[in-house]
């Protein structure tokens, strides 16, 4: 059957719907079928320069010029109109990366929370008073940082835009919005949503574009102040480097290997539901995802035989099928490189429980399906334990003693998320306490809410989004020294 290709021909620059200057209209792959449903208009430099200006033009006027108030009503009103779009979002984001829309239905369903805690906050950053001396009164005050260039990935693409865009406007900043290439159709919708809600113009600009132009443009320009990066931390090292220049301010998130550390007090068929939920959510591209379960070795085998199981009874097809538990990976080059490394994993001497191979047939009609993969034998200096690989691939690692569990789990470079299941508060504790993340979840995994901060240690990122600690980002702090006295003491009398 041939579909009718949605078409979004225009940037969304200063409040208005405008044609690119120098960019070029790129299709938008199905990742479920392998053929394009969308074609979106991309932005080159010179839109780029035309954003930045855009939001520089509305940090200067009608949004600083608001009330705290003000803002955090536009906010909330955006908030509520995007709640009435949770059907449409969903449906295409799960058209523009391939999740399921049984995933993606509820998680755009709570970004809206995000919003309103955001306009929650609004009016409540403060300064401090400063007790010095009576001559003097020194007071702080907390000023946006200015226009903000976010970087968001495929994956997730409206949470992880919520995520900057929420703390970012509730600050006082203005955004240059630049999507990820190959799931851009919901951003542009998005700024419809805003434009309905009646943000002001210049306040949010979504130039959709190739990273390696737009985005290192964006990343480079002198009238950008911040930026705002989830991705791989190679691209976040080669935007410090380019944002030396101009002393940016920067926070990142940028993936992970988490361990998901199994003992054996643990209540396993609890940790069992967690452990295959963890490994294959969001077709296995998350960086959260426990990639890395390592199992007390008593119940190893029990462990690696019940995931084997699972993973071979996970259901995988279409994204808009509401049965569907795991779709296709979002492209041909995320596929290739997930299949990159199971051969890896093989290569390298582990044993291949589960899965492992395309899939392909009628049923999938040219996709980018693989199928829920297990390897176990798994030590942790393989490729397969030490990189990120972003697809549905679990290595499962064997461990002796608590001790051992926090030097495998610590062992790589990332420092993202890990998962704690033991019955022993004293050990969860403990372990908790000495695993280098920046989120650690017992006998849970993955609440992720709009007032926990969330972010990484080591290589996994810088800053934290989330909570109130979000703010901090895209603010500065001004201190304010007065003289009380109303003279100067003339420092060269004789």
Not at 28 to 44: H, L, N, R
Request: charged share 20%; aromatic share 8%; with cysteine.
């Amino acid at each position: 059957m041939n579909e009718q290709l949605r078409l979004h021909d225009k940037l969304f620059i200063g409040g208005e719907w405008v044609a690119s200057l120098d960019g070029e209209m790129v299709d938008s792959i199905d990742p479920s079928t392998g053929v394009p449903w969308a074609k979106v208009q991309f932005g080159g430099t010179a839109d780029v320069d035309r954003a930045v200006a855009a939001a520089n033009e509305a940090l200067r006027g009608p949004w600083s010029r608001m009330s705290v108030y003000e803002r955090a009503g536009i906010l909330r009103r955006f908030a509520s109109l995007y709640e009435q779009h949770t059907s449409e979002l969903a449906t295409l984001e799960s058209r523009d990366n391939g999740r399921p829309i049984r995933e993606t239905r509820p998680d755009i369903g709570a970004h809206s929370q995000w919003y309103h805690y955001y306009a929650g906050l609004a009016d409540k950053i403060d300064g401090r008073m400063i007790p010095v001396d009576p001559s003097m009164h020194v007071y702080t005050t907390r000023v946006p940082v200015g226009v903000v260039g976010a970087i968001v990935p495929w994956n997730a693409p409206l949470l992880l835009s919520a995520w900057k865009i929420g703390p970012a406007l509730a600050a006082g900043c203005t955004v240059v919005l630049k999507p990820a290439e190959t799931t851009s159709v919901t951003a542009l919708v998005m700024a419809k949503i805003a434009e309905a809600a009646g943000l002001p113009k210049g306040v949010l600009n979504v130039v959709p574009g190739h990273g390696k132009t737009n985005g290192a443009h964006l990343v480079a320009h002198p009238d950008v102040h911040k930026i705002s990066f989830t991705g791989d931390h190679r691209t976040a090292q080669a935007i410090m480097k380019s944002a030396a220049g101009t002393l940016k301010r920067l926070s990142f998130e940028n993936g992970g290997k988490s361990p998901h550390i199994i003992f054996d007090d643990a209540d396993i068929p609890s940790a069992m539901n967690a452990a295959t939920h963890a490994a294959f959510m969001a077709c296995g591209q998350s960086c959260a995802l426990g990639s890395r379960l390592l199992v007390h070795e008593p119940i190893y085998r029990q462990v690696v035989e019940e995931l084997g199981r699972r993973a071979g009874r996970v259901k995988v097809g279409m994204p808009l099928e509401e049965g569907t538990q795991m779709g296709p990976q979002a492209s041909a080059q995320q596929l290739e490189k997930t299949l990159r490394y199971v051969a890896i994993g093989r290569d390298e001497g582990a044993k291949l429980v589960a899965g492992g191979k395309r899939l392909g047939g009628d049923e999938f009609r040219g996709g980018y399906f693989v199928e829920p993969t297990v390897f176990s034998d798994v030590n942790n200096d393989m490729r397969i334990a030490q990189e990120e690989i972003f697809g549905p691939v679990c290595s499962v690692i064997p461990f002796k003693t608590e001790e051992d569990a926090v030097a495998i789990a610590n062992g790589t470079q990332y420092g993202l998320t890990a998962g704690i299941w033991s019955q022993n508060v004293g050990r969860a504790h403990r372990v908790a306490n000495q695993i280098q993340a920046g989120t650690v979840w017992v006998n849970t995994y993955r609440y992720l809410r709009w007032n926990i901060p969330y972010g990484g240690f080591k290589v996994s990122g810088l800053g934290r989004e989330n909570g109130p600690e979000a703010l901090d980002a895209y603010l500065e702090t001004r201190s304010t020294i007065m003289s009380l006295g109303g003279s100067y003491a003339d420092a060269y009398a004789s």
